[in-house]
């Protein structure tokens, strides 16, 4: 271990707790404190354990209660459970110092021993994406009660392993889970937390409450008294409550697009794309290179120049999105680039590659037909893929709509392979190597949704993932990286088509909201409410 | 043993193989659909390993061949246990009971609504036939019938809710205020008058109307004219000689629907965000939680048997010609 990459973990230490302190000292001038915050949800999770499930489904709710060690603000990185994190040269040992004083919310102190054995029993055996990134990991020793050091056997990069705790760094107590099924644990679906709010009662299909934890290690904090969660399924029911002032948030666009332009205009509400930097998705096309007419480059090529961005951008996504530039969005810090190939709207050019690929016209006036499987996440999901279908009819590809629900779509495109072109998305996790590089890498096993399932082999560009995945410097990582992206844009395994960030409706009254970059998944603390 | 009784017993050993045919249809067409329990739930937990999926799909037993897991179903149904719901991560059954009363509720609340004030303005319709009462009560029906249940419970919310702030948007009583006694009582009958209503206004056009086509078919016979001529006030003559024979189909009717209304209230459970069994039944079939879905239909099966039975009992209470055979 070197003094330098102690200095570097400090360093990130420091300005996270700095910027808290600015947040409170700003924040305290006219803050009023107490009363019930109440937050649309339009999914529902059976699960309330984000050591078990990584969804921000999970995350909305849990983040309150169960805190990761580390979390994510617009500074950088801000120390929740741990305080400091440095990684040794060889990369194999990683240690943390834990926070002093702090009690889960039944009374008993946060030690190591809780970290290491949700380390060990729930991140790298049980939770989803977590189980791929700990997979070297060894052992987790506890020299004293706030020192965790994380053995691995092989190199895993500081800078990943940090990027990937908000998410995916939440302990257990130990002594709740130790001895029993972990997977059928009471408290998967009753949660003990360190967070600024306990767990009060979950009414399956209604709400979760939860309330104030007067022994919150913030002194201070949090200003709510209560937080309760509504599930709301219907979006125009939602969009009423939020309208009739009972719920004073939906996040992850849970009303629909027309109503979030409505609501834009009305001045009771924010709306916007803040603290949604973390949670960025694309709306993708995406193609079965089984197919030996998708498998030709000329006509990925030419379908990309068939596609106007601009026009989706401005009709099904009100404007709040971006044209994407390869697998990393713009919020991937500087493992991202925008130094890459790029293909412009140009129907007459998709017609000539089209021709030169030697697919003309036939007497039905189309080319050929393409099956294609929407994902069913919401409305402009759905919305882009009949435009998509349309775009490509004008070039001359005859695109049918196989539309299904969540299953359906898992099923027919990860596990059956029964489609041509597909389109969903596929959200980045802070980091590339947390999840992006599933879509490009090959050899994922047969059914894993969100994977390379479409058939697409590069020797290349998996050498190239798995290389930038042990690697320690962090610029030659994001070097990599953009090697990566500019390889996938040129190549189009996949289209990242559009980028975009999810939307929220907020009531002025709730103040503090949304500054973050994963502000919905986070403690909430400093949020309060005008009353 | 008296011959209700007999019946009863009978129609009881009748429904038996017809309630275990339906639950083997339904388990074998529900199967037909794309994707199992643990697709939806990977699906809802946004992705996850191969070997993690396989884990839950054989913990679910879901790895099996279907005539097994069809087996195993309906050996535990025989003993009335209904499974495991893997959603729910509860017994079947508790989650059935939790959310049958609030179905109940609003059944019975919107049918009981819906039907006497729909017979009640179907007579008023038939006594003023072609008059303007008459045309005004038929317009609205017609106009409520025709609204799609999704519709008008979004026009109630934005008018009540939203506009007039009267009403709560939806739940079944406000969370955070843990009303007690006669307050939560008050608080749970407010959050139901928009639902009742939204579902009742839709059956309501149906009793209605039949009631009017029965009434004056049955006020022109000659058992009314003999009962007029005999000086019969119209009060007596409405009440004994009309009503009671236009009741019939209007009867039938009741007990068809009371199987559908369940239909009925998915929309209107989902839009106002009721915890009942049409919620509940929606939310299976998303999740393709099998053991959940099944346990609806079988509690919908018996329901309707018993229905009909009871529809049964009534004919032969209003109309002595009809015999319980």
């Known amino acids: ?531 | 043993m008296p011959p209700i009784l007999t019946y009863a017993l009978r129609r009881l050993v009748q429904a038996i193989p017809v309630v275990i045919l339906i639950m083997i249809g339904t388990f074998l067409l529900l199967k037909l659909a794309p994707g199992d329990t643990v697709d939806a739930l990977v699906g809802d937990m946004g992705g996850a390993d191969a070997e993690f999926i396989a884990r839950l799909r054989a913990e679910y037993g879901l790895d099996q061949p279907i005539w097994v897991q069809l087996w195993r179903y309906m050996t535990k149904l025989a003993t009335f246990d209904f499974g495991w719901s893997f959603v729910y991560e509860q017994p079947v059954s508790t989650v059935l009971m939790d959310r049958l009363g609030t179905t109940l509720l609003l059944m019975a609340a919107s049918l009981s609504i819906a039907f006497t004030v729909g017979i009640a303005l179907g007579a008023i319709a038939a006594r003023r036939a072609y008059s303007a009462t008459d045309n005004m009560i038929s317009v609205l029906g017609l106009v409520f019938y025709a609204t799609p249940s999704f519709f008008l419970s979004l026009m109630l919310m934005l008018v009540f809710s939203v506009k007039l702030g009267w009403l709560p948007v939806g739940g079944i009583k406000t969370i955070a205020a843990f009303y007690t006694g006669w307050d939560h009582v008050w608080d749970v009958a407010r959050h139901l008058i928009m639902p009742t209503a939204a579902l009742s206004l839709i059956y309501l056009a149906f009793y209605m109307r039949l009631m009017r086509a029965s009434v004056m078919e049955v006020a022109d016979l000659d058992y009314v004219r003999t009962a007029r001529a005999k000086g019969a006030r119209e009060g007596r003559l409405m009440i004994h000689h009309i009503m009671r024979n236009a009741l019939l189909p209007v009867v039938t009717l009741l007990g068809l629907q009371f199987s559908t209304v369940l239909g009925g209230s998915i929309v209107v459970e989902t839009i106002f965000t009721l915890p009942g069994l049409g919620q509940l039944a929606y939310q299976s079939v998303v999740q393709r939680d099998m053991n959940t879905l099944m346990g609806i239909i079988f509690l919908c099966a018996i329901i309707v048997v018993v229905v009909n039975f009871i529809t049964d009992l009534l004919y032969a209470r209003l109309d002595s010609r009809i015999e319980l055979a």
């Open chain 1, 1 to 531: 271990m070197t003094s330098k990459t102690i200095q570097a973990g400090l360093a990130l230490a420091m300005t996270g707790a700095l910027s808290s302190v600015a947040f409170t000292a700003s924040a305290q001038e006219d803050v009023q404190r107490g009363g019930t915050a109440v937050i649309h949800m339009i999914s529902e999770q059976r699960i309330l354990n984000p050591a078990l499930r990584a969804s921000t489904g999970v995350y909305n709710i849990t983040g309150k209660i169960m805190e990761p060690l580390i979390d994510k603000s617009y500074d950088g990185y801000e120390p929740v459970l741990a305080t400091e994190w440095s990684g040794s040269e060889d990369g194999k040992t990683i240690t943390l110092k834990l926070r002093e004083g702090v009690n889960w919310h039944d009374g008993k102190p946060f030690t190591c021993d809780d970290v290491a054995f949700s380390a060990t029993e729930l991140w790298r055996d049980l939770l989803n994406y977590s189980s791929a990134l700990q997979a070297n990991l060894e052992s987790v020793d506890c020299p004293d009660p706030h020192t965790a050091v994380f053995n691995y056997s092989k190199p895993m990069p500081l800078e990943l392993f940090v990027a990937a705790m908000p998410d995916l760094g939440h302990p257990v107590p130990k002594h709740l889970y130790e001895g029993t099924d972990i997977l059928k644990n009471e408290h998967n679906t009753a949660p003990v937390g360190t967070g600024p709010f306990k767990f009060v009662e979950y009414q399956r299909g209604q709400y979760v409450l939860a309330e104030k934890n007067e022994d919150y290690w913030r002194e201070g904090f949090p200003y709510l008294d209560r937080i309760v969660w509504r599930f709301i399924k219907d979006k125009s029911a939602a969009a009423a409550a939020l309208e009739a002032g009972e719920v004073h948030e939906s996040g992850f666009i849970g009303v629909s697009m027309a109503d979030v332009d409505r609501f834009g205009k009305d001045d009771r509400f924010d709306v916007g794309t803040m603290g949604y930097e973390n949670n960025v998705a694309h709306s993708t096309v995406e193609f079965n290179h089984r197919n030996p007419i998708l498998a030709d480059l000329k006509v990925r090529q030419a379908m990309y120049h068939g596609l106007d961005i601009d026009y989706a951008i401005d009709t099904i996504m009100y404007g709040f999105a971006k044209p994407g530039r390869g697998p990393v969005p713009s919020a991937g810090g500087v493992n991202y680039t925008d130094d890459v190939p790029t293909y412009d709207y140009d129907p007459e050019l998709a017609k000539t590659l089209l021709d030169e690929a030697g697919y003309p016209v036939k007497e039905d006036g189309y080319r050929f037909q393409l099956r294609h499987r929407p994902a069913p996440w919401g409305e402009y999901t759905q919305l882009w893929a009949e435009y998509y279908a349309q775009a490509m009819r004008e070039i001359g590809i005859d695109v049918q709509i196989l539309t299904n629900d969540a299953p359906g779509f898992l099923n027919g495109v990860y596990r059956d392979h029964d489609f041509d072109t597909a389109n969903g998305w596929h959200q980045f996790r802070s980091d590339p190597a947390v999840s992006t590089m599933v879509w490009l890498r090959s050899g994922q096993p047969e059914g894993t949704p969100w994977s390379n399932q479409f058939g697409w082999k590069s020797d290349e560009i998996d050498g190239m993932i798995d290389a930038a995945a042990s690697e320690l410097d962090v610029e030659k990582r994001a070097q990599q990286y953009h090697e990566i992206q500019a390889r996938a844009m040129e190549e189009l395994p996949v289209i990242f088509a559009i980028e975009h960030p999810f939307i929220s409706v907020t009531s002025k009254k709730l103040r503090n909201h949304h500054n973050t970059p994963r502000w919905n998944s986070s403690s909430w603390y400093d949020l309060w409410l005008e009353q």
